[in-house]
């Protein structure tokens, strides 16, 4: 039913100094968003939901992680891609994911910082496997009261980022911001099994978390 309003999921990639073009989205080798999602959709455990997701192989905005995505605007994002799908299906407004792995969510001032700050905000943040950078706590424990947020991570690939400094700042400032009833401000350290635990992180964070974030 076109007409129907449907979540979307928005997936912001990591680095990309190879300039591939759709990185997770069928370029690439790490994995592929869509068919994540779709697996999720298909089993039932998440009701359909449109995928959509920004492509960079601009080396300057994706070669340095504190620096990537400095110039990515959801509402412009979110706006292109209601116009390319008139006819086609529905974006709900309200339930607006966005998704920002490695690269996608280490810049405080781009990539999920800016979604989060949206004139038409994100329903929810999901930071899957980022720097963990102090000055990016303060971002996402600043979101919006009614506004999901997830930080999950891995250390068996990733050891080296200051996950203490992150993890104090942000629950410091929750208790001062604390979020509406009913919505998440969570911390999530997840014990990988699969190979190559950075890009596992992917499938395993959404299969986690958009079943819990789109219940009805």
């Not at 129907?4 to 928005?10: A, D, F």
């Not at 492509?55 to 400095?70: D, E, R």
Request: charged letters at 20%.
């Amino acid at each position: 039913d076109p007409a129907k309003p449907r979540p979307l999921l928005v997936f912001i990639h990591g680095l990309n100094s190879e300039r591939i073009r759709y990185r997770w989205m069928g370029g690439g080798n790490e994995g592929d968003v869509r068919r994540i999602v779709a697996g999720l959709m298909e089993s039932g455990r998440i009701p359909p939901v449109i995928v959509a997701a920004p492509s960079s192989i601009v080396l300057a905005s994706v070669t340095n992680a504190v620096t990537s995505w400095p110039a990515f605007d959801l509402d412009r994002f979110v706006a292109r891609t209601r116009d390319a799908l008139a006819g086609v299906t529905t974006i709900d407004s309200s339930r607006i994911i966005v998704a920002a792995h490695s690269g996608g969510g280490c810049n405080a001032k781009g990539g999920i910082a800016t979604a989060i700050a949206a004139k038409s905000p994100a329903y929810a943040a999901l930071v899957i496997d980022t720097c963990m950078l102090p000055d990016l706590a303060d971002v996402l424990a600043g979101a919006r009261s009614d506004m999901h947020v997830v930080v999950s991570w891995q250390t068996q690939s990733w050891a080296k980022r200051p996950f203490d400094g992150f993890r104090s700042r942000f629950t410091s400032l929750i208790k001062k911001n604390p979020p509406s009833p009913g919505f998440f401000r969570e911390l999530e350290h997840v014990r990988v099994k699969e190979p190559m635990p950075h890009d596992a992180m992917v499938g395993i964070a959404l299969g986690r978390w958009l079943p819990t974030l789109l219940a009805p």
